[in-house]
């Protein structure tokens, strides 16, 4: 167990549909990560947020938003879902900014579109 | 733009044998992390080795070591006396040197599975 959660662990919806997936850092990290792993993309990075601010983007769609609260949880909203955005959807969470900070990964949250 | 490529899309060998799994990075840093990252079927995302590329002696935790070959672009992972618990997915991964910018860019994965 990493101290990384994230809800709900399945997601099955409908195309055209909105979802917000949820995730809790471990305790005292202040970086927040989204990842999506697709059998198309891969593992790809899409954006990371630090204490409350967003700090970089990779491939995030526009349709695909996402905000730290000052909790520090974090939530990634996707919208005008497509089939292709089913994929597992990880959280990751690290004590600071700076590459030397392990990245944790929470368990992810599978998203099915239909 | 860093990528990272496995050559190596399936791989297996017996229990207590050793297996080498084979990454590839393209980068025009030089100051930058590599790792290797275990999914078992639980999908779960699990750190099992970093290398520090300013760093010339090759990282190694228990039965698993790397041989990064900087100037090559080479990152091997050597998995010694494999156990069944070994057998999962495993993922390179660059990380430049940053701070405020901490994105990990994955390979495409090797599945590893290790017979009895």
């Known amino acids: 167990d990493s101290g990384v959660t994230q809800t709900p662990k399945h997601l099955i919806t409908a195309t055209g549909q909105r979802v917000t997936l949820r995730c809790s850092p471990r305790?005292?990290?202040?970086?927040v990560y989204w990842y999506q792993q697709s059998l198309d993309q891969g593992l790809q990075f899409l954006i990371q947020y630090y204490n409350g601010e967003e700090r970089a983007k990779g491939n995030i769609l526009e349709r695909f938003s996402a905000q730290q609260f000052p909790d520090l949880h974090s939530e990634l909203n996707l919208s005008s879902l497509e089939l292709g955005d089913s994929a597992l959807y990880f959280c990751?969470?690290?004590?600071?900014?700076?590459?030397?900070?392990?990245?944790?990964f929470g368990p992810g949250t599978r998203l099915t579109v239909l | 733009a860093q990528t990272v490529t496995q050559s190596q899309p399936e791989m297996s060998v017996q229990e207590a044998e050793t297996v080498t799994l084979s990454c590839t990075y393209d980068t025009s840093e030089n100051n930058y992390y590599l790792f290797w990252y275990k999914q078992p079927p639980s999908r779960q995302m699990i750190l099992v080795i970093r290398q520090e590329a300013y760093k010339q002696q090759n990282a190694t935790e228990n039965r698993f070591s790397v041989n990064f070959q900087k100037a090559a672009k080479s990152f091997s992972l050597k998995i010694s006396d494999s156990q069944l618990g070994d057998t999962a997915m495993y993922f390179c991964?660059?990380?430049?040197?940053?701070?405020?910018?901490?994105?990990?860019?994955f390979g495409t994965g090797t599945r590893l599975t290790i017979i009895p």
């Open positions: 305790s005292g990290d202040l970086s």
């Open positions: 990751a969470s690290s004590v600071d900014l700076g590459s030397y900070n392990e990245q944790f």
């Open positions: 991964a660059f990380m430049k040197q940053s701070f405020g910018n901490e994105k990990l860019t």
